[in-house]
């Protein structure tokens, strides 16, 4: 499984763009990029998905450059309610799922 | 838009007591998973699970857990003598086919609490 890099952290304000880096230089021909989005006390919630370039969903986009060693999950005009944990993971497989640390948004008045 | 549900939101049991985890994914999904959190750590993988056989679980899963589709619509973990660290978040889920471009869809989770 490709291990994943991700800010620990990061804040924002309300009605800004968030954009949140996640580097994968292991990333193998099989694998899709996933985005998560986990609540205090909730299960992870499927944001988006990709395996190039662009995708773009009623709620994020997510840009994959060439390499597709990195992406970048983009959150436009975000609001308190954006305020999570969000999972960027790399698999070929959906058998498991192995989950990092994520980054931590908070996102302020 | 179809959801993974979970039953009880929240179980309270006595260390060495049995528990059932209940689950009911989503309708047209073939493979089931159970994954726990502790609290303010991350999700682990429990087992995946597809007809009617477990197909990966990792090394929390031993010989106290165990799974099954008891019907066509349910799916349960079951902890046979829960210890105090078993306190956790159980989520389950669900995907279409097991592959990387059918996302898992989880539920909101039981919370159980050993005392």
């Known amino acids: 499984l490709a291990k994943t890099t991700q800010p620990i952290s990061m804040d924002s304000y309300e009605g800004q763009e968030v954009n949140i880096t996640c580097s994968h230089n292991?990333?193998?021909?099989?694998?899709?990029i996933t985005w998560y989005q986990q609540f205090p006390s909730q299960g992870p919630r499927f944001i988006i998905q990709g395996y190039k370039t662009k995708v773009t969903n009623e709620v994020a986009s997510l840009f994959i450059p060439a390499d597709r060693k990195s992406s970048t999950l983009s959150l436009p005009r975000v609001s308190l309610s954006d305020t999570a944990v969000y999972y960027c993971l790399v698999y070929s497989s959906a058998s498991k799922i192995i989950f990092g640390s994520g980054t931590r948004l908070s996102i302020r008045p | 838009e179809p959801e993974v549900t979970q039953t009880p939101s929240h179980q309270v049991t006595q260390m060495g007591q049995e528990v059932i985890l209940r689950c009911v994914p989503i309708?047209?999904?073939?493979?089931f998973y159970w994954y726990r959190q502790i609290l303010g750590q991350k999700v682990e993988f429990l087992v995946s699970f597809y007809n009617n056989e477990i197909s990966e679980k990792s090394e929390i899963f031993d010989d106290q857990f165990s799974v099954e589709r008891p019907d066509g619509s349910n799916f349960t973990l079951k902890i046979r003598s829960t210890k105090l660290e078993d306190s956790a978040m159980y989520f389950c889920?669900?995907?279409?086919?097991?592959?990387?471009?059918?996302?898992?869809?989880f539920g909101d989770g039981t919370r159980l609490s050993i005392l």
């Open positions: 292991n990333i193998a021909t099989n694998d899709y």
């Open positions: 889920a669900s995907s279409k086919i097991q592959d990387s471009n059918q996302p898992q869809h």
């Open positions: 309708s047209n999904h073939l493979y």
